[in-house]
């Protein structure tokens, strides 16, 4: 039948993201009962098509989806610089929460949970409104800074770019930043642990990007 909709634009838009019916339809009817609109992927392809249509103002997703799990569907959000600050809850019931913080996943629901507990947890966000951040970026090509700056400075970020991989990890301790942004073929795991030793007393999230 295609994904359901509850009205899906103006505030409080939700995306939910759940390959079993009876789960969705329960999350739908608890966001609906708080007042939050919402729009319903049977999956993580229909899922990533929807967000390429409007972006809402968080994600609920599963982890367990066909095609493409909850956690690759958060990796591409992170690519993204329209949806790289976008709030993300996994609702499910593997642990595997490790994975989700580092993809900067906001929050994680164990299955069963209590309609109470998810309200809490999506009101709660969607009341924070835009979180500011601190982004280091580190790239070397213009158009890509253009790309990934303008999007951040608009949601009202603080920034900080270096073309350099020799300059990063002065850069990690002088700037202290949340979210380190750098290309694929830089986020080597010895590059990723030598930032996280030089980020102060939190983890810094690192993605990488294509």
Do not use: C, W
């Not at 969705?24 to 966001?31: A, F, G, H, P, Y």
């Not at 319903?40 to 367990?64: H, K, T, Y």
């Not at 991989?165 to 979210?179: C, G, Q």
């Amino acid at each position: 039948s295609g994904a359901a909709s509850n009205g899906g634009r103006g505030r409080n838009f939700v995306l939910v993201v759940d390959d079993d019916t009876a789960t969705r339809d329960m999350v739908q009817q608890e966001l609906g009962a708080a007042g939050i609109h919402s729009l319903a992927a049977r999956n993580g392809a229909e899922a990533l098509q929807l967000l390429q249509e409007q972006v809402p103002d968080l994600v609920l997703m599963d982890l367990m989806l066909p095609e493409i799990n909850g956690l690759e569907v958060a990796a591409r959000l992170r690519q993204d610089p329209r949806t790289l600050t976008l709030p993300v809850i996994i609702i499910s019931g593997a642990d595997r929460q490790a994975e989700a913080r580092r993809l900067g996943i906001d929050h994680y629901l164990t299955k069963p949970f209590q309609g109470e507990a998810l309200r809490e947890a999506v009101t709660a966000r969607l009341g924070a409104g835009v979180v500011q951040r601190r982004f280091l970026i580190l790239e070397e090509h213009a158009e890509v800074v253009q790309r990934l700056t303008s999007a951040l400075l608009a949601q009202g970020h603080s920034l900080e770019v270096i073309s350099e991989v020799s300059l990063l990890e002065e850069a990690v301790t002088r700037f202290d930043p949340d979210v380190v942004l750098l290309p694929g073929r830089l986020g080597t795991e010895a590059l990723l642990g030598s930032i996280r030793e030089r980020s102060y007393q939190r983890q810094v999230v690192v993605f990488a990007y294509d």
